[in-house]
Nanobody
Framework: QVQLVESGGGLVQAGGSLRLSCAAS????????MGWFRQAPGKERTFVAA????????YYADAVKGRFTISRDNARNTVYLQMNSLKPEDTAVYYC?????????????????????WGQGTQVTVSS
């Protein structure tokens, strides 16, 4: 049974940093591309960042490019999201997601329907 567990969320002032972690079990993460999405109250879940199976390729939403960094440690079955220069508009529940990939690519990574498994989310709140 696949399980993704996010951690590292919390309350931070604008301009601060947080590092989210996603621990995966029940799958071999080296076979899966991973993504981070977020959902603010009353809004749809939107794409934040994705990383390929090997970690060699990454892709970011324009809203976070240059501020967030996605990385992974396949030996630890863990994916990270380093968030710097946080803004109040980054406030949301952040979700980790996994999608099986035959190839080491990021095709259609922003499409949430492409993902097979999801975590339960971790709250990030940025105060102004």
């Amino acid at each position: 049974q696949v399980q993704l567990v996010e951690s590292g969320g919390g309350l931070v002032q604008a301009g601060g940093s947080l590092r989210l972690s996603c621990a995966a079990s029940g799958l071999t993460t080296g076979h899966y591309a991973m993504g981070w999405f977020r959902q603010a109250p009353g809004k749809e879940r939107t794409f934040v960042a994705a990383i390929s199976r090997s970690g060699g390729s990454t892709y970011y939403a324009d809203a976070v490019k240059g501020r967030f960094t996605i990385s992974r440690d396949n030996a630890r079955n863990t994916v990270y999201l380093q968030m710097n220069s946080l803004k109040p508009e980054d406030t949301a529940v952040y979700y980790c997601a996994a999608r099986y990939r035959r190839f080491d690519d990021l095709v259609r990574s922003p499409d949430k329907t492409q993902y097979d498994s999801w975590g339960q989310g971790t709250q990030v709140t940025v105060s102004s």
